[in-house]
């Protein structure tokens, strides 16, 4: 039979009710309640004091499962009063892993958000909707959880003031008391009975079945790294943002080290989306620019070395954790990983910028070749391969992209294009044998066509014999006045 059996058992026996032996104890009927029910224990003084209202002794009560070791010397001692402050730092722990999922998932679900607004569409907006409705559901449950449990906790104080809690940390256990105006017991726990200890700037709170103990640091007295070391080896789980590395010790207080923490976690997370983060912006720069190229994309990758930050906080991140004693090598090594990608990509249109050209002059001199007069102004993108591109028999030395620009250009340019003999609407199928892989892709897409053999000074035509050709193929679109120039060498067999 258990303390709490025993009382209940002995108060009935007497024909006292829990709330006349709580009015004989100057305590609650529910601290009765609650220490016949075993879930906690009277201290000492009660404990006599109930006994002489119950006409038994204390061993009666207390038999041989309660060792209170009043004559052995605790590790450590300490005193927490109940206050505003500890229900704030206390919800403030027990909401820290709900409150850095909730940053993190609001982070991705905002990276996904944006990567829908770039890319609008009637079905994008319908997908961002629903990450609205996600984001502000869990952003909400945040705070309705936060606000629910802070109420709870004040009436529970404004409704018992005064509350004090007493620890005794013991080699094996700690006893706690819990002292107000409506409650006063005892409870012994071993070490091994917490789920976990959570260290914060001011307190250590003891976890017990969702029930969390604070302990004020300020006020332990005794041996306080013996305590220490006792609730790190003897507790399932020990959360602190300090964690030993190398015997070297923070330079930080616990509260800039939990800060630290919580902003390092998000920028791990973070770090991973690096790479499709800077093809956003890389798109959202590109929508500025005309888009005529299908070399612009190489060429914009520059743009990508703006989120290098990013990765490079991560970095600087894992330095200072490390440096304060702390895990960091994660940030750091995501970073430089990701770092690296963004240097990389970002420098290609350095790597091939030699071989790319904007200058007009190449599409003017072409007209003297075409015998053929195009637009003198425009944009234009020229690919020029140095020892040749080859996809087949053919080896292509320049691609281009133009893109025309003046109106009354394009119009006269466009009036002597359906005139001429030298332009064709379609490609014919006896011609397709001299287009490069790389020229026959481009057929579907344009509407008006030339093929120049510049050996031969002929267009539109398969030469007599076989040879090497030095040709030129020109596609117009005329639904956004661009253009195609291939300038290539192939090898024809005529049968």
């Known amino acids: 039979m258990k303390l709490g059996e025993r009382i209940s058992k002995r108060r009935k026996e007497k024909g006292i009710s829990q709330e006349q032996l709580a009015d004989i104890m100057n305590v609650s009927s529910q601290s009765v309640s609650l220490w016949e029910n075993n879930q906690t224990i009277p201290t000492m003084d009660k404990l006599l004091q109930i006994s002489e209202v119950l006409g038994v002794s204390v061993n009666y009560l207390v038999g041989n499962e309660l060792d209170f070791d009043e004559d052995v010397l605790p590790v450590a001692r300490a005193r927490t009063l109940f206050n505003m402050k500890l229900i704030e730092e206390t919800l403030k722990t027990v909401l820290k892993k709900m409150r850095t999922l909730t940053i993190v998932l609001s982070a991705v679900l905002g990276f996904f958000a944006l990567v829908l607004l770039i890319n609008r569409s009637s ?7 629903i990450i609205i409705v996600l984001e502000s559901v869990l952003i909400s449950r945040f705070f309705f959880t936060k606000k629910n449990l802070r109420e709870s906790a004040i009436r529970d104080f404004e409704g018992d003031q005064n509350k004090e809690y ?26 091994k009975d917490f789920s976990k200890v959570i260290e914060t700037e001011n307190y250590y709170f003891l976890v017990d079945n969702g029930r969390y103990f604070p302990v004020y640091k300020s006020s332990l007295q005794g041996n306080v790294g013996s305590l220490r070391n006792l609730l790190r080896t003897n507790v399932k789980t020990y959360e602190s943002p300090i964690e030993k590395i190398d015997n070297k010790t923070s330079l930080m207080n616990l509260k800039k080290l939990g800060t630290l923490k919580i902003l390092s976690t998000i920028l791990f997370v973070l770090s991973f989306f690096t790479l499709p983060l800077a093809l956003i912006v890389v798109e959202i720069y590109s929508k500025f620019l005309p888009d005529y190229s299908n070399l612009s994309s190489v060429e914009n990758l520059w743009i990508m070395i703006f989120v290098l930050p990013l990765p490079v906080a991560s970095i600087i991140t894992g330095l200072i954790m490390k440096k304060n004693a702390m895990k960091g090598a994660k940030n750091i090594v995501v970073g430089a990983i990701m770092g690296g990608f963004l240097i990389i990509y970002s420098s290609f249109p350095l790597v091939f910028g030699a071989y790319i050209s904007h200058d007009y002059s190449y599409v003017n001199d072409l007209e003297e070749t075409i015998a053929f007069e195009l637009p003198d102004k425009g944009l234009v993108t020229t690919q020029k391969f140095d020892d040749g591109s080859s996809m087949d028999s053919a080896i ?23 005139s001429s003999s030298l332009w064709t609407n379609s490609v014919d199928t006896r011609n397709i044998g001299m287009l490069s892989t790389l020229a026959s892709f481009f057929i579907s897409n344009h509407d008006h066509f030339m093929i120049y053999n510049v050996n031969l000074g002929t267009y539109n035509e398969l030469p007599a014999s076989s040879g090497t050709y030095h040709m030129l193929f020109l596609a117009y679109d005329s639904s956004d006045n661009t253009m195609k120039i291939i300038e290539y060498v192939i090898e024809l067999t005529i049968n």
Do not use: M
């Open 123 to 129: 079905t994008n907006y319908g997908n961002l909707g």
């Open 166 to 191: 007493g620890f005794d940390f013991y080699n094996d256990y700690v006893n706690i008391s819990i002292k107000s105006q409506k409650t006063d017991s005892k409870i012994k726990l071993s070490y």
């Open 396 to 418: 292509t030395d320049y691609e281009s992209d133009v893109l025309f620009s003046e109106d009354e250009e394009i119009t006269a340019f466009e009036n002597r294009l359906r």
